[in-house]
């Protein structure tokens, strides 16, 4: 498969909050749970109900539009309700959820994010720019954990692939947030190949290619030469023109109530489906 790619954090822009409202910007009046399916070892991550319409833009830009939407990795938080413009956006964003998509204008959106049911527990309250292109808003990381430790809570943006690659190649992308795992190396069980090297916790690679097909891999400690012990596996399904996504999420080692380790995938960009198959 080639050369891995190398870990951009360019790529991945810690918000301290404004992406998850952003990527809940456009939906109004709906929502629910997300419908999270179990596949042979790993999760797809289903899509709730497409917004019927989009919160009223408090500025604009011409030309291109924003693509935004949420994906709630972070294990040991609870479900979540936004609020934009004072309206209930989006309500009981579970973990392990991935919204659709929402188009709307750049521009500033009022924003408040609270505990799902309880407006008087807000974590997030403010005025939100949002930009054109696609993006995933991602909260990960432990509420619990000391502020500015490696794994405290926090929400970022991840640039999205705008293009769907040809109908012969396929594209996929991991993001580490799993906090009580290590530096990782993630190969392919049928060829060895070395698909991501050394992501750790908080990373998200770039894309890299691979033929449409099926695959197992395998998730081992971070080596010089992808050659440490596999400690879990994953089946997976891409399909040629797709881009995906690929989210580590859980506890390697749970305690207590802790999610375990999962992989959570869902397709990116235009095509963005509930996920491969």
Do not use: W
């Not at 019927?52 to 833009?57: D, G, L, M, Q, R």
């Not at 949002?130 to 490696?150: I, K, P, T």
């Not at 971070?222 to 891409?238: A, H, I, K, L, Q």
């Not at 580590?248 to 963005?272: C, I, K, N, R, W």
Request: charge should be negative; proline fraction near 7%; include cysteine.
């Amino acid at each position: 498969m080639g050369t891995p790619p190398k870990i951009d954090r360019r790529r991945f822009v810690t918000l301290s909050g404004t992406a998850l409202a952003a990527a809940l910007a456009g939906c109004t009046d709906g929502g629910g749970d997300g419908d999270v399916t179990t596949q042979a070892n790993g999760t797809t991550a289903g899509t709730t109900e497409e917004p019927t319409e989009t919160a009223e833009e408090t500025t604009t830009q011409s030309g291109e539009q924003a693509f935004v939407r949420a994906v709630h990795a972070a294990p040991g938080a609870p479900a979540v309700d936004v609020y934009v413009n004072d309206q209930l956006a989006f309500e009981e964003a579970p973990y392990k959820g991935v919204t659709p998509y929402a188009e709307l204008p750049p521009g500033e959106y009022d924003v408040r994010i609270t505990a799902a049911g309880d407006e008087s527990t807000v974590v997030f309250d403010e005025t939100v720019p949002v930009e054109a292109g696609y993006q995933s808003a991602l909260a990960y990381g432990e509420l619990g954990a000391d502020e500015g430790s490696d794994t405290a809570f926090s929400v970022g943006l991840l640039a999205d692939q705008s293009e769907a690659p040809g109908d012969e190649e396929s594209l996929v992308r991991l993001f580490h947030g799993s906090p009580d795992a290590p530096a990782v190396d993630v190969t392919v069980e049928s060829s060895g190949d070395v698909l991501f090297d050394g992501a750790a916790f908080g990373d998200t690679t770039d894309y890299a290619s691979v033929p449409p097909g099926s695959y197992t891999l395998e998730v081992r400690p971070d080596t010089e030469d992808g050659s440490g012990d596999v400690v879990t596996t994953f089946d997976v399904t891409v399909e040629g023109g797709t881009a995906y996504s690929a989210f580590a999420v859980g506890y390697l080692e749970p305690s207590g109530d802790q999610p375990e380790f999962d992989l959570v995938t869902t397709t990116d960009g235009p095509g963005q489906t509930e996920g491969p198959e």
